[in-house]
């Protein structure tokens, strides 16, 4: 038995990456991404960045037409219900994100055995959306810049400055001030409020 809690806390996420025209925006989307206390914990991560909302959003679009392409009209049903009105509001669920990412720490599994060199590794999940650049630039916004080795040789309270996609590469976490200053994707729970708002929705806390 666990002697702190070792259950999933959330973290706001957006993606908000502006497009080639003037006042165009693609790839928006915004939810959130995941780990345990015990990384959170580790990390030194304040509880004030653990995001404890409900996100509503709008859902955009008319209502569907349930016209087959041969001109078929079929009957709205259990089995086909989503002839939904534009606009109506639903609740975004908090999951577990499909996209994990693992991290190196310095800290040893075995500090008295010097022929077992293994460390503890740390692990967050980002919902499928969040695409390598979105992923480097949450970590770095997120992560405290001190808990970072950024020589690549982590002490037992740090970590590597890369991430690993499971079944996937592995990739640089971006330096906070470059985090901080780019455009791809955002942590701050105010932002995210800002732009679910715009977009006619709202967070319940």
């Known amino acids: 038995m666990a002697t702190q809690s070792l259950k999933h806390v959330f973290y706001p996420l957006y993606m908000d990456k502006p497009g080639s025209g003037v006042g165009e925006v693609r790839n928006k ?16 991560i304040p509880d004030s960045k653990i995001f404890v909302g409900d996100i509503e959003r709008e859902a955009k679009g008319g209502i569907r037409t349930f016209t087959l392409a041969d001109g078929t009209v079929l009957s709205q049903s259990k089995e086909n219900s989503d002839g939904k009105v534009a606009d ?3 609740t975004v669920k908090k999951r577990i994100g499909q996209k994990r990412v693992i991290i190196r720490t310095g800290k040893r599994i075995y500090p008295s055995d010097s022929k077992k060199t293994q460390v503890h590794t740390l692990s967050f999940a980002f919902p499928k959306w969040a695409t390598i650049p979105v992923i480097s630039d949450a970590l770095g916004e997120f992560i405290p810049p001190a808990k970072i080795a950024r020589d690549g ?3 037992s ?9 499971e079944k996937g590469g592995t990739y640089g976490i971006w330096q906070q001030t470059t985090a901080q200053s780019s455009i ?22």
């Open 153 to 155: 040789t982590p002490s």
């Open 29 to 44: 989307a915004y939810g959130v991404f995941a780990t345990r206390l015990s990384t959170h914990r580790f990390l030194d």
């Open 157 to 165: 309270t740090e970590i590597e400055p890369y991430y690993t996609i």
């Open 88 to 90: 109506y509001v639903y």
């Open 184 to 205: 791809v994707a955002g942590t701050n729970v105010t932002e995210l409020l800002n732009k679910i708002r715009a977009d006619g929705g709202d967070i319940k806390q």
